[in-house]
């Protein structure tokens, strides 16, 4: 696994923990304790969590803001791939429910190209971006932005949800797992998401490989409530390349990037 990526799912799992052990980390992330330690001292460098006797705790939510700017530029060119690949894979004049998170910022630019689209989105970011271009008519869900990811969540988005259709749910996701499935970092995401999939005829999940093999916190559904996964082709290890296997025989739909 890419630093990059391995330094993202750190600050996704200290998160969605609120508190964890550099053992309970190392055993998730397949690394010795000794990367753990480097990897929580550059993401305390970033501000981004608090390293403690034995571990990490996440920041409040004040400093915790800062999260979606720091790993947006992580990975970007991958992202930007994914976002691209995705992208060709939408019809004109679909109804596309967005989700959100970097990845899905990235790939609401390439949206555009597929106009005329109507798009809802449960990102603040790549609302902005979508925000006034030709060709797409953009709606936003209520519900309140999550610190440090600028998620719509809560009562408000899941509401919302359920008065709405969708062609096509453009799928982010935390973490993917051979046995657990589909996971998130946060229940309240994992939430939006889990009523996401119940609203669409076909979902699409854009995630880059070092999110395979990995297993989150908060279960979002089995491998085949997904059509299709998007991802490059950097995966390593056991976990990983038995999740692919097991997506496969789910029948999921894999395309590289």
């Not at 700017?69 to 939408?90: F, S």
């Amino acid at each position: 696994m890419a630093v990059t990526d391995r330094r993202d799912l750190t600050l996704r799992l200290v998160r969605g923990a609120g508190q964890t052990t550099l053992a309970e980390l190392a055993e998730r992330l397949g690394v010795s304790e000794m990367t753990v330690r480097r990897d929580l001292d550059e993401l305390q460098a970033q501000g981004l969590v608090k390293r403690v006797r034995g571990g990490a705790v996440a920041l409040a939510p004040p400093v915790e803001a800062a999260g979606f700017a720091a790993r947006e530029q992580w990975q970007a060119a991958t992202k930007d791939r994914l976002g691209a690949r995705a992208a060709e894979l939408i019809e004109p004049g679909q109804t596309i429910l967005l989700d959100a998170g970097t990845t899905m910022a990235s790939l609401a630019g390439h949206l555009i190209a597929r106009a005329p689209l109507t798009v809802v989105a449960l990102g603040l970011q790549a609302a902005a971006r979508l925000a006034d271009q030709p060709g797409i008519r953009l709606l936003v869900l209520g519900g309140e932005s999550r610190p440090g990811e600028r998620s719509l969540v809560g009562y408000l988005a899941l509401q919302a949800l359920e008065s709405l259709c969708f062609d096509t749910y453009l799928l982010s996701i935390g973490a993917v797992h051979a046995t657990a499935g589909w996971t998130e970092f946060d229940p309240d995401d994992a939430a939006v998401k889990r009523a996401a999939l119940r609203r669409s005829d076909c979902t699409i999940a854009v995630a880059d490989s070092g999110k395979l093999g990995v297993r989150a916190f908060a279960r979002v559904a089995d491998l085949g409530a997904v059509h299709t996964l998007v991802t490059d082709t950097g995966a390593d290890g056991r976990a990983a390349a038995d999740t692919l296997t097991a997506l496969s025989d789910a029948g999921v739909h894999l395309v590289h990037a």
